[in-house]
């Protein structure tokens, strides 16, 4: 069994700044691609930030220059630092592991329960 737990969401003033936390335990033999996606009321889920195994980023164009992911490959886990905050960045965000369990087995994908963001004065 994989868990994912996600943490570091709430309400901020616009301009400000969170940090999300995307931690994966359980069965685990290696960890390919991590993202975060984000979805508002509404709108579509959409793909925020991806890290590689390699450490290579990659970011939508709304997020860039203010979002940053990165990863601990020792601790599993994932982090999304958002500075500058726009209300429009207002969505529950979800992390998104590509991950194998077994040596033989094939690479699945998990996710995240969520957290929201709120951005709002």
């Known amino acids: 069994q994989v868990q994912l737990v996600e943490s570091g969401g709430g309400l901020v003033q616009p301009g400000g700044s969170l940090r999300l936390s995307c931690a994966a335990s359980?069965?685990?033999?290696?960890?390919?691609?991590m993202d975060w996606y984000r979805q508002a009321p509404g709108a579509q889920r959409e793909l925020v930030a991806r890290?590689?195994?390699?450490?290579?980023?990659n970011y939508a164009d709304s997020v860039k220059g203010r979002f940053t992911i990165s990863r601990d490959n020792a601790k599993n886990t994932m982090y999304l630092q958002m500075n500058s905050l726009k209300p429009e960045d207002t969505a529950v965000h979800y992390c998104?592991?590509?991950?194998?369990?077994?040596?033989?087995?094939?690479?699945?994908?998990?996710w995240g329960q969520g957290t929201q963001v709120t951005v709002s004065s």
């Open positions: 998104y592991v590509e991950m194998k369990t077994t040596y033989y087995g094939a690479p699945l994908g998990y």
């Open positions: 890290v590689t195994s390699g450490g290579v980023t």
């Open positions: 359980g069965s685990i033999f290696s960890i390919n691609v």
